[in-house]
């Protein structure tokens, strides 16, 4: 079982709804939670950082973590092209300072 | 700011030839890292520095070696370069609080790495 898993997609969902991205992790211990937005062609960039169970809103970005049930997932309203990309998952494993990273959602949102 | 800055941006290699890949930042953090990016397979860290003076294998170290020149500088080498060393290679940074705080890691361009 891998550490960080995401389903590599592609989510294709129409402009104005909602994307719904998810996460699941393995060790119990993690503490830190990490989206990650990357471009085609371009470097990862922090969209959303969690530490505790339930919701963070960040404009039309919204994050749940579920520790009991080990799982992560992002929330797009509004969604936009220019959302278009792929959302990286990283997890904070066992206190350590290095994060293990999932392969990554695509999504695409249609016009 | 220029942030995280690598050299080259994109590099062929001949099987068995070596090159450094390197790696700086200018905001000041204490931990650095190397990854790779390849389809399907997500970023996988090779190595990391978690502060200046200390570096650490990560998942993928094999074939690679690191040096943290300073603490700005964080360079990756490959020896003998081969064919399954193909891949996007990214660099990073991160001011590294106690875990569970918002650690952010900042990445830098990317460098495109072909082995013939």
């Known amino acids: 079982q891998k550490e960080v898993e995401q389903n590599s997609g592609p989510l294709s969902v129409p402009e104005g709804a909602i994307a719904s991205l998810n996460c699941t992790y393995s060790?119990?211990?993690?503490?830190?939670f990490f989206w990650y937005r990357q471009y085609s062609g371009k470097s990862p960039e922090l969209i959303m950082f969690?530490?505790?169970?339930g919701d963070k809103e960040d404009g039309r970005f919204t994050a749940q973590l579920n520790k009991a049930s080990q799982y992560v997932s992002l929330l797009i309203r509004d969604s936009q092209p220019s959302d278009s990309a792929t959302y990286l998952c990283?997890?904070?494993?066992?206190?350590?300072?290095?994060?293990?990273f999932g392969i990554g959602t695509k999504l695409q949102v249609i016009p | 700011n220029a942030g995280v800055t690598q050299t080259p941006k994109f590099q062929v290699l001949k099987t068995g030839q070596s090159m450094t890949l390197q790696c700086a930042q200018d905001?000041?953090?204490?931990?650095m890292y190397w990854y790779r990016q390849d389809p399907g397979m997500g970023l996988r860290l090779i190595y990391y520095?978690?502060?200046?003076?200390?570096?650490d294998k990560g998942e993928v170290p094999n074939g690679y070696n690191v040096s943290r020149l300073n603490k700005r500088e964080f360079s990756l080498r490959l020896e003998s370069a081969a064919p399954s060393q193909t891949s996007v290679y990214f660099c990073?940074?991160?001011?590294?609080?106690?875990?569970?705080?918002?650690?952010?890691?900042?990445f830098g361009p990317g460098t495109r790495l072909t082995v013939l």
């Open positions: 060790d119990r211990g993690s503490q830190s």
């Open positions: 969690i530490y505790s169970n």
């Open positions: 905001m000041n953090h204490n931990s």
């Open positions: 990073a940074s991160s001011e590294a609080y106690l875990a569970g705080g918002r650690d952010e890691q900042f």
């Open positions: 520095s978690a502060s200046e003076g200390t570096t």
């Open positions: 990283a997890v904070n494993i066992g206190g350590y300072q290095k994060v293990t």
